[in-house]
Every structure is written in structure tokens, then in C-alpha cells.
């Protein structure tokens, strides 16, 4: 009786510690593996931004008020450029007005850096020299030349009852023809309206700058020059 006893109580020994470890095992083969990090999502790229139009300094020789106390309205725009040619460098401004007919361009002329001394002055004997617009007025005749010698051969052979296919004279716009400059007095060192009925514009020479104002062509020729000259007057006070 003692003996089978004993035996009983070795059993339940050996078996205990076995049932302990395969508890722990399981618990093991069970447990959850830690999540993985999760990585912060990338923000959008941002739209690139617009590119801006060109500015020049041009556009801050005329504020809005005098502007409007010229034109009876202030600019809508102003948008500026910036170029060179040879030995000079231009800055523009064009001032969109509401009034599109009220409208005109500004640009300033100076000597580029490292120019010559009196690349300026030589610009502007280029352009108003009695030489200059002599020699313009020439080169003028020779192009129109060969259009009067057909005007005066279709003339003789209409006056003759002669008509030849295609011979429609060539319609001439008198608007459109350049005169010879007209001097303006009461601005700058030297100044002329230059061009012709349409298309023309104020030329200012300053003591180291070519100011030249041009209107639109909406309104009549003794207007625009009489708003340039006040124009470039204004502009030229902050050169």
C-alpha cells in the first residue's frame, strides 16, 4: 500500500513540470509580433509658382497720380522690359490705360556699361542730325522711285484709253508717311515729334539718357504731343 502510494506522488511530480514548459511554448508560438513603424505619408509637391512678367525701372518713373492728372485716368498695367543694343541699353514701360486709345509706351535709352564715351550723343545724331534725316529722306525717294515711274506709265496710258491687266495704281496712305522731325520746344536738352499721323512719338534727349514717350494712336496729334511733352517732363525728374 505504502509502495503504490509513493508511486502515485513520483507520477504527478514528473508530470507537472512537463504541462509548466508546454504552457510556455504555446504562449510563445502565440504572442504577436510588434507592428511595423509606419512611415509618415509625403506631402504633395507644391504647384510651381507663376512666372512673373518682366519689370523694369522705367515703370516706376510715372506713379498712377500723375498719370491720371495727365490722362484724366490712372494706368490699368504697367509691364516692363529690360534689352540692350550694341552700346546702348533700353528699359520700357508700356502703361495700359482703360481707355486703350489713352495708352503709351515709355523707354529710357542710356549708354550700356562700358560703352564708348558719346555712344549716346552719336544715337542721337543718328536720328536727328540734319545729315541723318537728309540721308532718310533720300533713301525715301530712291524706294519710292520706281512706284511714281509706274503711277506716271499707267497716267500716259489711261489718258490714251490704254488699259493693261493689272495695272491698278498703287494706293498710296498718306496717314502713314513720315514727315521730317518736328522740333518741340520746352523739354529736355533737345527734343522732336517724330513719324507720321498714326504712328509717332516724342524723342527727349536729357543730359545723359534718350527719353521717348509713345502714345496710342486714338486721339489727334497736337493732343499727343502735348500729353508726351508733360509725360516726359514728369519722367525725367526721376531720372
Request: charged share 30%.
Given at each position: 500500500m ?20 508546454g ?9 504577436q509580433a ?7 505619408a ?5 504647384a ?13 518713373l510715372?506713379?498712377?497720380d ?27 514701360c ?10 503709351f509706351?515709355l ?5 550700356a556699361?562700358?560703352?564708348?564715351a ?38 500716259r496710258?489711261?489718258e ?9 495704281r ?8 513720315d514727315g ?6 520746352g ?7 517724330s ?18 514717350v ?5 486721339e ?5 504731343i502735348?500729353?508726351?511733352?508733360e ?9
Open positions: 505504502r509502495l503504490t502510494i509513493l508511486t502515485l506522488l513520483l507520477s504527478v511530480l514528473l508530470i507537472a513540470p512537463a504541462c509548466g514548459g504552457g510556455g511554448v504555446a504562449r510563445n508560438a502565440n504572442a510588434p507592428a511595423a513603424e509606419a512611415k509618415p509625403q506631402a504633395p509637391a507644391s510651381a509658382p507663376a512666372p512673373q512678367l518682366p519689370r523694369s525701372a522705367t515703370c516706376a510715372l506713379p498712377d500723375e498719370v491720371r492728372e495727365v490722362h484724366g485716368e490712372a494706368p490699368a498695367e504697367a509691364q516692363g522690359t529690360e534689352h540692350s543694343a550694341g552700346a546702348l541699353s533700353m528699359s520700357q508700356f502703361y495700359r490705360l482703360p481707355t486703350f486709345a489713352r495708352s509706351n523707354e529710357v535709352t542710356r549708354a556699361q562700358g560703352a564708348p558719346g555712344a549716346l550723343r552719336e544715337h542721337w545724331r543718328k536720328l536727328f542730325s540734319p545729315e541723318a534725316v537728309e540721308e532718310r529722306a533720300r533713301r525715301r525717294e530712291r524706294e519710292e522711285a520706281p512706284y511714281r515711274a509706274r503711277e506716271e506709265t499707267l497716267k496710258e489711261q490714251a484709253g490704254q488699259v493693261r491687266e493689272g495695272g491698278r498703287r494706293k498710296k496712305d498718306k496717314e502713314a508717311e521730317p522731325p518736328r522740333r518741340v520746344e523739354v529736355g536738352l533737345e527734343a522732336y515729334w513719324g507720321n499721323k498714326t504712328v509717332a512719338s516724342l524723342y527727349v534727349l536729357a543730359k545723359d539718357a534718350v527719353v521717348r509713345s502714345p496710342a494712336a486714338g489727334e496729334e497736337d493732343v499727343k502735348r500729353k508726351a511733352v509725360l516726359a517732363r514728369r519722367a525725367l525728374r526721376r531720372l
